[in-house]
């Protein structure tokens, strides 16, 4: 059945490229999406936690990392269309072309040039605050990537106890202002 979804989503991704050729400027409606009703799973921790709210529909464009989430299917494409809309402007503020529907758009990582400016804080603060060996972690990242509890306290609590250094105030969370901070305090 999956292989039939994923020949149904190409053949709608063909359609809509060579459909895109009538306009060199294309809207949501250009695109080839895919709208699937989801069905929470009582035995993930991720559908039971209240910080991540488990939504009954998912539309997405095909073969772009692009998506949106809703109770229904309409909540869902206006979710979509938000989501659409911010990275056609990001693009237009990068002045770079929005892709061309149907096409294979592959995955961007966000930037990693404030984390660069800490790399041995960095990995000293992957291992001692966040636990792990080795973490992807971009200037876009925070804390709130790192755990599923409802706030940040514990993790915060961690970084005054390892560097001595509080970063309640930043309201981000972003690491690489954290960082920031420790390295000024150090």
């Known amino acids: 059945m999956q292989a039939v979804v994923q020949l149904l989503d190409q053949l709608k991704a063909a359609w809509k490229w ?27 921790p991720y559908d039971n936690n209240p910080r991540f709210k488990q939504h009954l529909f998912f539309a997405s464009i095909i073969n772009w990392n692009v998506s949106g989430a809703g109770d229904s299917k309409e909540e869902a494409l206006q979710d979509l269309a938000s989501w659409f809309a911010s990275r056609k402007a990001r693009l237009k503020d990068e002045v770079k072309p929005l892709p061309r529907p149907g096409t294979d758009v592959p995955i961007q990582f966000a930037s990693q040039v404030r984390m660069n400016a800490h790399q041995e804080l960095a990995q000293d603060f992957i291992e001692r605050v966040l636990g792990f060996e080795c973490a992807f972690i971009s200037d876009e990242s925070s804390l709130w990537n790192f755990h599923t509890d409802a706030t940040n306290e514990a993790l915060l609590t961690k970084i005054r106890d390892v ?14 202002e954290i960082l920031d901070r420790i390295a000024e305090a150090q």
């Open 163 to 176: 560097y001595g250094v509080n970063v309640e105030d930043i309201e981000s969370a972003k690491v690489w």
């Open 18 to 44: 060579a459909l895109s050729f009538r306009s060199p400027e294309w809207e949501l409606k250009d695109y080839p999406i895919s709208i699937r009703r989801q069905y929470p799973d009582p035995n993930d």
